[in-house]
């Protein structure tokens, strides 16, 4: 609780690149009635070009990318937000949350094979389905200590929307 009421909470919905992060996490800052960043918008635009060239990002390439991410969620504390943000490996969570340890995170989870029929049929994005296979390849699941849970991403965007809001700490 705040002082003027209960504490809102700060979420990071995760996954593999065509897992639904935008469309659910918009769907859940909707659904709490707080703000929504999408992790895209975070990156400089040399990150662009270089996945738009279908090559894979390092954590070099990374850094400044979560920095930025960080720095959004640490100014929501207390106000809630959502933020869509792959969080593929574990020390970029851990980066995320170093200011902000009270950090949820939903971890959007699929087939490859479902994902990349997603992918697919998605236009206008600069990841190229290429790409996929090597973010299944960096993925390291949420650990039993990390604040979070693993959304199943079986069915529509109200359907995970719903999954997602119920696994979220009350």
């Not at 659910?24 to 709490?32: D, E, M, S």
């Not at 971890?107 to 990841?127: K, P, V």
């Not at 299944?136 to 529509?156: H, K, R, T």
Request: charged content about 20%; proline content about 8%; overall charge negative.
């Amino acid at each position: 609780m705040t002082e003027d009421g209960p504490r809102l909470p700060l979420v990071v919905v995760m996954g593999v690149s065509g897992s639904g992060k935008s469309t659910v996490g918009g769907l859940l800052a909707g659904r709490l009635g707080v703000p929504y960043a999408e992790a895209d918008d975070f990156h400089p635009p040399a990150n662009i070009a270089k996945m738009s060239a279908g090559h894979p990002l390092d954590d070099e390439d990374r850094a400044p990318w979560l920095d930025a991410i960080a720095a959004w969620i640490t100014g929501r504390g207390g106000h809630g937000g959502v933020v869509s943000c792959s969080a593929l490996r574990r020390r970029y969570r851990d980066r995320l949350r170093r200011d902000a340890p009270g950090l949820f995170f939903l971890h959007l989870d699929g087939s490859e094979e479902l994902i990349a029929a997603r992918l697919a049929a998605r236009m206008q994005h600069f990841m190229p389905a290429g790409l996929l296979h090597s973010q299944f390849d960096a993925l390291e699941p949420l650990e039993p200590d990390e604040a979070g849970a693993v959304v199943a991403i079986d069915g529509g965007p109200q359907q995970i929307t719903e999954r997602a809001l119920a696994a979220l700490p009350h």
